[in-house]
């Protein structure tokens, strides 16, 4: 029962251009959407996060959508970077229960 | 200001033996909670703990496995009887869980191995 959901298990982007991840997520009462960047043998960090009162919400290079009607966020970063390779993580939550996690994209910048 | 502590990094178990995992969360905060990422997959919820109580505990599988988070100390999850099919990282995270502080702080992890 996945009720946060990742379909792209990778992606590869050259450097400089825009990397866009896709989350979709089928409970209509989360509230709050995350997302983590993760390194191997490291614990994800985050990244960045939005309300659902929000459609839109940027920080530096990174900025999250969220399109509550169709269920779906995503997570722009650009210019990309090398240093962006990672494994992405999308997760919500309704106030007060856990954090739902997606299964993850693991994205690759070419230099 | 020390983040999310968890100990030991690496653990190696034989198969029935125990394997306590340990979490210190973030100072302040009283939410803890516990993912476990099997290879090539995501995290998956095990449990959320606030201090001296169990909130949800529906991702845990229903033997073998236990968690606390007691009123002084670290969280600490528990596998008994250990499987090879428990060979995973486990990840814990704690949060404040207050309106202007949603996120997780995660911990470095703790690779389990059950030879």
């Known amino acids: 029962d996945q009720q946060v959901k990742q379909n792209s298990p990778s992606l590869s982007v050259q450097e400089g251009r825009i990397s866009i991840l896709n989350c979709d997520y089928t409970n209509s009462m989360f509230d709050y959407f995350l997302w983590y960047k993760k390194y191997p043998a490291e614990g994800p960090t985050f990244l960045i996060s939005?309300?659902?009162?929000?459609d839109k919400n940027e920080d530096g290079r990174f900025t999250v959508f969220l399109n509550k009607s169709a269920k779906h966020l995503s997570l722009h970063i650009v210019p990309s970077q090398p240093g962006d390779s990672a494994v992405y993580f999308c997760a919500a939550s309704a106030l007060g229960n856990q954090f739902y996690f997606g299964t993850g994209t693991s994205l690759t910048v070419i230099p | 200001n020390a983040g999310v502590m968890q100990n030991p990094r690496h653990l190696v178990r034989r198969r029935g033996q125990e394997a306590r995992l340990r979490c210190s969360p973030v100072?302040?905060?009283?939410?803890v909670y516990w993912y476990r990422q099997l290879p090539e997959e995501g995290l998956k919820f095990m449990v959320y703990?606030?201090?001296?109580?169990?909130?949800?505990e529906s991702g845990m599988p229903k033997e073998r496995f236990s968690a606390e988070f007691p009123k002084e100390g670290p969280s600490i999850l528990r596998i008994q009887q250990v499987v090879r099919g428990d060979s995973a990282a486990y990840f814990c995270?704690?949060?404040?869980?207050?309106?202007?502080?949603?996120?997780?702080?995660f911990g470095s992890g703790t690779q389990l191995s059950v030879l």
């Open positions: 939005i309300s659902s009162i929000k």
């Open positions: 995270a704690s949060s404040k869980r207050d309106r202007s502080n949603e996120k997780l702080f």
């Open positions: 703990l606030q201090k001296e109580n169990i909130i949800d």
């Open positions: 100072k302040g905060h009283s939410h």
